[in-house]
């Protein structure tokens, strides 16, 4: 049992995984208890889709990649150009080889499902810590246009993925990067 | 020093405060810590606002109610309208006579603004809850339109608030609102 002080300290982003496969009850454990999130008019718009499967992962992980190459190269000056070397590297797998990953997703029409879904995120990598669990919130991991591996992994055309949490136990913890000073516009006493 | 589980039970949304104010050292610990929280490409791209002076926040509320009731007028169609019996009532502050408001925002054009600073607020509420403060995101509480009192506050132009969080040593604590079953759509074993 930690501590929140501990739990924010180990809180890390985990991109360096061990081999060992997550259960799914542990899984579906830390997803009943990331619903303990506030959403706006305690609407709970979240969905989730659970994948552990590795081919499926690799395959997601290409169908990203190709994506997020097209969207590049229509519109190099967009801030994800910086990305591309990383990108067009057949090795690279955007989901660093986790055993498990969750996509938290929702009705695209829900006014407040980026900051709704983003809570629950929040709630999913303490859950997750607090078991000895890293996770990471891979951006990159939402674009799947394909209509093919939608269906597969059972995302309509309603469906917006908001946050694709990678789960695994960590094979190393990296130190957390500094943080800049908060930036305080105003104090009105 | 709470476990997480404990913290898990405490956080709740608190709308009833004690008249009791908060010391503004122990605001600026709290944001501290929410500055842990992770961020689209360690951007951190969050300010903050905070505002203690319970007459500037009964007018941020009253300006806020004020937007808020033009837009269901100019489009009653809109979800915001089941609000607009409480808006109308000039005895209610959307503020809910917290001693403290925090305001999470960032510049407008920000791609993962609203991911990143629901990330923040989240830790902001677990990190009061830790301390004995009760808080509450009031997602009617950014609707800021009137130039001169985002001037006063100091809110530009380019800035968008995404989470209004109140602030306050609870007067109670209310039960959890029930969870919905978590709506798995796919696992892909």
């Known amino acids: 049992m930690n501590s929140f002080e501990e739990l924010l300290k ?17 899984i579906q454990e830390i997803i009943r208890e990331s619903t303990l999130a506030p ?27 190709r994506s997020l190459l097209a969207r590049i190269e ?5 801030p994800l150009s910086g990305y591309k070397e990383a990108l067009q590297n057949t090795g690279f797998n955007i989901f ?4 498990c990953l969750v996509y938290i997703a929702g009705h695209a029409e829900t006014g407040s499902l980026d900051v709704d879904c983003a809570l629950l995120a929040s709630y ?3 859950s997750a810590a607090q078991r ?12 799947i246009d394909d209509p093919e591996i939608r ?16 789960i695994g136990y960590p094979a190393s913890i990296p130190e ?4 800049e000073e908060p930036k305080i516009l105003k104090i009105v006493s």
Chains 1, 2 share one sequence.
């Open 10 to 26: 180990k809180r890390r982003s985990i991109r360096d995984f061990e081999e060992r496969e997550i259960s799914l009850p542990l």
């Open 39 to 65: 959403s706006a008019s305690h609407g709970q718009p979240w969905y989730f889709i659970i994948i552990t499967n590795r081919d499926v992962m690799k395959r997601l992980s290409d169908e990203c990649k």
């Open 74 to 78: 229509a519109n190099p000056e967009i």
């Open 96 to 99: 660093y080889n986790a055993p």
């Open 124 to 126: 999913m990598m303490f």
């Open 132 to 143: 000895g669990l890293g996770t990471c919130w891979i951006g990159l991991g939402a674009h």
């Open 151 to 166: 269906r597969e992994i059972g995302l309509s055309d309603v469906c917006r993925i908001v946050a694709p949490i990678i």
């Open 176 to 179: 957390p990067l500094p943080r």
